[in-house]
């Protein structure tokens, strides 16, 4: 209820006005206009580095996420994704550089973003009731009770149920109501789904995907396990290594992407970028980053969004590609 | 109401699927001209896809005519598609073969293929 | 079922301006058991104090009138002691709260350092709050002014209470060193100890981050500041332990006030010189305030410092 008292501009993310026809229409709270599209996060030579002699957790990473865009943080374990989730959520202060989150820096705006740990942490001596009233009573301005009480009733959860006795995957949907209830404009999320059964996983994601196409919602969720966010995604960030390695909508990254199979060596491949190149049978097959139409007898193919993102994990010294848009303004287009 | 089933093992793009099960129940009748289709948001909550994907599919639609989207109101069904319906002369020809079909012998699987490349012989596929 | 979800959390942005709410509630509600820990202590430490003023003393007097304090001296190192209620217990029993007084302060710098900081950085659990809308920074000031307004009232008032009863009876005790000790140690810098404490602990806590090591750094840190409170400031240089100046003497039944006598329990002694009561007062020491003033100042200039350094530590973490 509160967050229907917040008066404003109604900010309507490109591509989504056909979604205003609901009958609990949202506004969203006024902020502060910094160029268009709004840009959710934008981070500049952003480098994170735990302690002196660690090696960087991220290393001088640039990039920006639009507003409205649902991204997902790709990379392996340690690349560097609970870091910069953590960066944005204000919880952890950048080495080097800057990260803005709606032009600002990550604490200024708090109330507009929910941050959901990877461990979720809860406090266990609480009851369910009692932690949605945490929400409640530490977001005055934005929390949304109905909303979360029926996320919580999804689960056919009691309120009375004290923290410390629920599963992990119930703990997990108590720990996104209390994300989802205070009406976020940028969600954080840190291996969101991790221990969720595949039913509590589909309902959840729904949720999540529903709060998005009513309210625009940014997010910015991690897993390594592409198949989980193939569909729920439209924009990708790719770690490795502390490093950018592709960002940018889902659909742009893999249109400028081929799949070619032939004989020849690499080197014919010029002036294509070659991602990865293996040997098959007497030729090779090779993920190419196309500069112009391929040439040749090669055998083209669209890849898929997983055999895009392995080839870019198997071959680290690939160059980093950062669509139009996903650039931070900045620094220069490549990182 | 239509609801839609994403098949991730496919291979078929997302919004095609809900392109082609949309004219799917245009061609059975399950919607009619005036009906609404489910809004973005009804889809995403019961298929955890992104909402672009549905408005991708549903901008296709009203490419083609379909649908139309009314601000404020939601996406409505502009005309049906197929000139024949299920009790059709055409539907009535094709069971008469397929019982024929049967009577020589041919089991599920043969007719399945017959049916097929006729129908690749006389409906040239244009799109992938 | 639907409903008793609703009642609480709708009921919520509706506060009256005396029912906390926000951070505060937060920080009330997550610490409910040390709260009611805190106030258990108080209030029992009150009572035996009030126990200590009105009926324990007046058995003690009753001792003390019939021996005098040579007799009760003696009373306690002798098997007397154990019949019955004697003076001597009294004498033992007066310092008890301060031994309570200080196990507390220790609780309250390991409370600090343990489930108020550590504990919460450790699982993850404070930053659950900071992705709620409140900024580290106010997080950790509510996590120190809710404890440290809960622990000056209470010691406050026990620290009162305990110089009251001090004024009252502490002509029961035996003399020697603990009323003397106990007539400079408490006083504002007793109430100023366990925020030094909550200081330290909290600092600890925020630095290590892991609930064991920062509960071992904040004991032993509370210990130094213990061990130098009783009477080992630098800055008391050799006059650690300075005299309190008492006055005894004896009553007559006629109401004559002669000097003590030296009778111990010997009733026949006692007859001969006719004595009623005795009476002891302690004299006001003119170094009470400045030691006090003195050690209050440094404990909470110190308090300040460690809150600094809590607050700055937690900043070169987070934004």
């Keep these: 209820m509160s967050s229907e008292k917040q008066g404003g501009r109604t900010t309507t993310p490109k591509g989504r006005g056909e979604l205003r026809d609901q009958p609990r229409r949202r506004s969203r709270r006024q902020t502060p206009h910094r160029g268009t ?49 953590a960066l944005a959520g204000g919880l952890l202060r950048p080495t080097t550089g800057t990260l803005n989150v709606f032009g600002g820096a990550p604490g200024e705006f ?200 392995l080839a870019h994990l198997r071959s680290p010294d690939a160059p980093a590609l950062l669509t139009p848009g996903t650039t931070s303004t900045r620094t220069a287009v490549q990182a | 109401m239509v609801e839609y089933r994403i098949d991730r093992r496919s291979g078929v793009a997302t919004y095609l699927q809900i392109v082609q099960q949309t004219k799917q129940a245009l061609r059975l009748g399950l919607l009619e001209p005036g009906d609404r289709l489910p809004t973005a948001r009804e889809v995403v909550e019961a298929t955890a896809i992104n909402p672009n994907t549905v408005l991708k599919a549903y901008r296709e639609l009203e490419r083609e005519g379909l649908v139309e989207a009314r601000r404020g109101l939601g996406t409505f069904v502009r005309r049906t598609l197929g000139t024949h319906p299920v009790d059709s002369p055409l539907r009535a020809e094709l069971a008469a073969w397929a019982e024929r079909a049967r009577a020589a012998g041919l089991d599920r699987e043969d007719v399945d293929a017959l049916f097929a490349s006729v129908l690749d012989e006389h409906f040239p596929k244009d799109d992938h | 079922m639907t409903t008793t979800l609703h009642t609480p959390v709708a009921a919520a942005p509706r506060r009256s301006a005396l029912r906390p709410s926000g951070l505060v509630w937060t920080v009330l509600r997550l610490h409910r058991t040390a709260l009611f820990v805190w106030l258990a202590f ?128 502490g002509n029961l005790l035996i003399a020697g060193i603990g009323p003397r000790a ?12 366990p925020l030094l404490g909550l200081a330290l602990g909290a600092l600890a806590g925020l630095a290590v981050r892991r609930t064991l090591p920062a509960l071992a750094l904040a004991g032993f840190g509370y210990f130094l500041v213990n061990a130098f409170r009783t009477n080992a400031w630098p800055f008391q240089g050799r006059y650690r332990q300075p005299e309190v100046h008492s006055r005894s003497w004896a009553i007559t039944s006629k109401g004559t006030e002669i000097p003590d006598p030296g009778c111990y329990d010997d009733r026949r002694c006692l007859a001969k010189h006719d004595i009623a009561h005795f009476g002891r007062e302690y004299l006001h020491s003119s170094d009470y305030w400045p030691r006090q003033l003195l050690e209050t100042g440094v404990l909470l200039a110190l308090t300040a410092l460690a809150v600094t350094a809590a607050f700055l530590v937690l900043r070169r973490r987070t934004v």
């Excluded at chain 1, 392996?76 to 910069?84: Q, V």
């Excluded at chain 1, 030729?283 to 391929?294: C, E, H, K, M």
């Excluded at chain 3, 106990?182 to 100890?193: D, H, K, L, M």
């Design chain 1, 110 to 309: 708090r109330d507009r973003v929910a941050y959901l740990a990877q461990n979720k942490p809860l406090y266990g001596q609480l009851t369910i009731a009692e932690t949605l009233r945490m929400g409640a009573e530490l977001n005055p301005d934005r929390w949304d009770a109905p909303y979360a009480a029926r996320i919580i009733e999804e689960g056919s959860l009691q309120p009375g149920q004290k923290i410390r006795r629920l599963s992990g995957g119930q703990r997990t949907r108590v720990a996104l109501a209390l994300a989802l209830g205070k009406r976020p404009d940028l969600m954080l999320l840190d291996e969101p789904m991790a221990d969720l059964d595949p039913l509590a996983r589909h309902e959840l994601m729904g949720t999540l995907m529903a709060d998005a196409a009513e309210r625009g919602t940014t997010v910015l969720m991690s897993s390594h396990i592409v198949s989980e966010l193939a569909d729920a995604c439209d924009h990708l960030l790719l770690l490795g290594g502390g490093r950018i390695r592709l960002g940018g909508g889902i659909d742009d990254l893999l249109a400028a992407h081929t799949l070619v199979t032939g004989r020849g060596t690499p080197a014919d491949l010029a002036p294509h970028t070659v991602v990865e190149a293996r040997a098959s049978g007497r030729g090779l097959t090779a993920l190419i980053r196309r500069d112009g139409p391929v040439e040749g007898g090669w055998a083209t193919e669209d890849p898929s969004l997983e055999e895009l993102l």
């Design chain 3, 42 to 169: 108080v209030a029992f430490t009150a009572v035996f104090m009030l126990w200590l003023y009105g009926p324990g003393a007046s058995a003690a007097q009753d001792k003390l009138d019939a021996f005098g304090y040579a007799g009760v001296l003696l009373s306690t190192s002798s098997s007397h002691a154990l019949l019955g209620f004697t003076s001597g217990a009294y004498n033992d029993l007066f310092y008890d709260p301060g031994t309570l007084i200080t196990l507390a302060s220790f609780g309250v710098a390991l409370f600090a350092a343990g489930p108020l900081t550590a504990r919460e950085l450790e699982f993850g659990t404070a930053q659950l709050v900071w992705g709620q809308s409140p900024s580290p920074a106010r997080w950790l000031a509510t996590k120190l002014a809710m404890p440290a307004l809960l622990v000056t009232a209470g010691m406050t008032v026990l620290t009162v209470l305990y110089r009251l009863l001090w004024n009252a009876h």
């Design chain 3, 182 to 193: 106990f007539y400079f140690s408490v006083g504002p810098a007793t109430v100023a100890a």
């Design chain 1, 37 to 85: 599209p709004e840009v959710a996060l934008e981070a500049t030579e952003l480098t994170k580095r735990y302690s002196r002699k660690a090696t960087a957790a991220l290393d001088n990473c640039s990039f920006r996420l639009p507003a409205g865009r649902i991204s997902a943080l790709v990379g392996p374990n340690g690349a560097g994704k609970s870091t910069l989730l």
